[in-house]
């Protein structure tokens, strides 16, 4: 399987930005995906983590309230709404499958890493 992030930008602070995910290969379904962030110079950190089915999601505390997870499995997509971004949200993201939910907030966990998309947010 493949995965391919896009819709990163530029944007302000206060905007919105959703994060796309796609599958290729292989069946997103058996999989539990998550989304990271690695800022210059920093390692990468978890986001968000979803179960295969949908039915769990999980949220880094300073995201909680302004992100949100989700996928399609029909068509092999995984999303990541970003509401109320701050400068502190730039960063590039990535998008990750694994098959453990609960250490998907490791980025060791991560079986399959998609490319990244570049999300910058300044005035």
């Known amino acids: 399987v493949q995965l391919q992030a896009s819709g990163g930008g530029l944007v302000r602070p206060g905007d919105s930005l959703r994060l796309s995910c796609a599958a290729s290969?292989?069946?997103?379904?058996?999989?539990?995906m998550g989304w990271f962030r690695q800022a210059p110079g920093k390692e990468r950190d978890f986001v968000a983590r979803?179960?295969?089915?949908?039915?769990?999601?999980y949220y880094e505390g300073s995201v909680k309230g302004r992100f949100t997870i989700s996928r399609d499995n029909a068509k092999n997509m995984l999303y990541l709404q970003m509401n109320n971004l701050r400068p502190a949200d730039t960063a590039m993201y990535y998008c990750?499958?694994?098959?453990?939910?609960?250490?998907?907030?490791?980025?060791?966990?991560?079986?399959?890493w998609g490319q990244g998309t570049l999300v910058t947010v300044s005035s």
């Open positions: 990750a499958a694994g098959s453990d939910y609960n250490n998907l907030i490791l980025a060791s966990a991560a079986e399959l």
């Open positions: 290969g292989g069946t997103l379904s058996n999989y539990d």
């Open positions: 979803i179960s295969r089915r949908g039915g769990l999601t």
